[in-house]
């Protein structure tokens, strides 16, 4: 399951993402003692489809991946959402040592807060089909 890595690849290499969020992109559950704002990812569901006929080493795999974002407040929970959509783009290329054959946007999650701590959160989730080594 490569899943996580491409896309905490594309997230970190983001500048305009980066200026928000820093470091603070994990693969599993966030910690509660980062710093917000911050990016969590998680692998949700995993499609192997085969073998690749010209290849041994590889299985094409579709994965549903979901980046949750964790913020102060609302706007900031806003702004970092519209800021994930925009650094994952499709398209056939290599991101993190993993061939990528392409990646779409799906479905935007609910808005999750506790006011009282001052969590806002939030998930957009992407279909992403990818070479996975074996």
């Given at each position: 399951?490569s899943?996580?890595?491409?896309?905490?690849?594309l997230?970190?290499a983001?500048?305009?993402?980066?200026a928000?969020?820093?470091?603070?992109?994990v693969a599993?559950?966030?910690k509660?003692t980062?710093?917000?704002?911050?990016?969590?990812i998680?692998?949700?569901?995993?499609?192997?489809?085969?073998?690749?006929?010209?290849?041994?080493?590889?299985?094409l795999?579709?994965?549903r991946?979901?980046?949750?974002?964790?913020?102060?407040?609302?706007?900031?929970?806003?702004?970092?959402?519209?800021?994930?959509?925009?650094?994952?783009?499709?398209?056939?290329?290599?991101?993190?040592?993993i061939?990528?054959a392409?990646?779409?946007?799906?479905?935007?999650?609910?808005d999750?807060s506790?006011?009282?701590?001052?969590?806002?959160?939030?998930?957009?989730?992407?279909?992403?089909?990818?070479?996975?080594?074996i």
């Open positions: 399951m899943d996580w890595k491409i896309i905490r690849a997230l970190a983001d500048a305009p993402l980066a928000v969020v820093g470091a603070r992109i599993g559950t966030l509660s980062v710093i917000l704002p911050a990016l969590s998680q692998s949700v569901s995993n499609i192997p489809h085969g073998r690749v006929a010209d290849t041994a080493t590889t299985v795999t579709t994965s991946t979901q980046v949750t974002v964790h913020a102060k407040n609302i706007g900031q929970q806003a702004e970092i959402i519209r800021l994930v959509g925009s650094a994952i783009r499709g398209g056939r290329r290599v991101v993190a040592g061939l990528v392409g990646i779409q946007r799906d479905i935007i999650g609910p999750l506790d006011e009282n701590a001052g969590i806002f959160e939030q998930t957009r989730d992407f279909r992403v089909t990818y070479f996975d080594p």
